[in-house]
Nanobody
Framework: VQFVESGGGLVQAGGSLRLSCAAS????????MGWFRQGPEKERDFVAA????????YYADSVKGRFTISRDNAKNTVYLQMNSLKPEDTAVYYC???????????????????WGQGTQVTVSS
């Protein structure tokens, strides 16, 4: 199982980025997918999650209304559209896969089985 994350970079506050996570080595619609982030000297925190076929999505309160998670199972890819970015969104963003997503577990790191290597997002003020 391998993930290739892309789309990170440097952007000014108020700007937008779209992250992509392309999966290989498994059939993506067998798994729910999530995005987490880890800022400097911080814990890795939940950002967003999406169920196997995209029927349900979940978001951290800090990103609701600004970020949108989506997926294209035909391309084995999950996306994170990030709008109205703030300096506090600066972090390394990780995609992750889980076969056991529930409404009680979607935001827990331990629920996820596979992780990408991360992509850096830096938002300047």
């Amino acid at each position: 199982v391998q993930f290739v994350e892309s789309g990170g970079g440097l952007v000014q506050a108020g700007g937008s980025l779209r992250l992509s996570c392309a999966a290989s080595g498994f059939t993506s619609d067998d798994y729910a997918m999530g995005w987490f982030r880890q800022g400097p000297e911080k814990e890795r925190d939940f950002v967003a999650a999406i169920t196997r076929f995209g029927s349900n999505t979940y978001y951290a309160d800090s990103v609701k209304g600004r970020f949108t998670i989506s997926r294209d199972n035909a391309k084995n890819t999950v996306y994170l559209q990030m709008n109205s970015l703030k300096p506090e969104d600066t972090a390394v963003y990780y995609c992750a896969a889980t076969i056991r997503l529930t409404s009680n577990t979607y935001n827990r790191k331990v629920s996820y089985d596979y992780w990408g290597q991360g992509t850096q997002v830096t938002v300047s003020s």
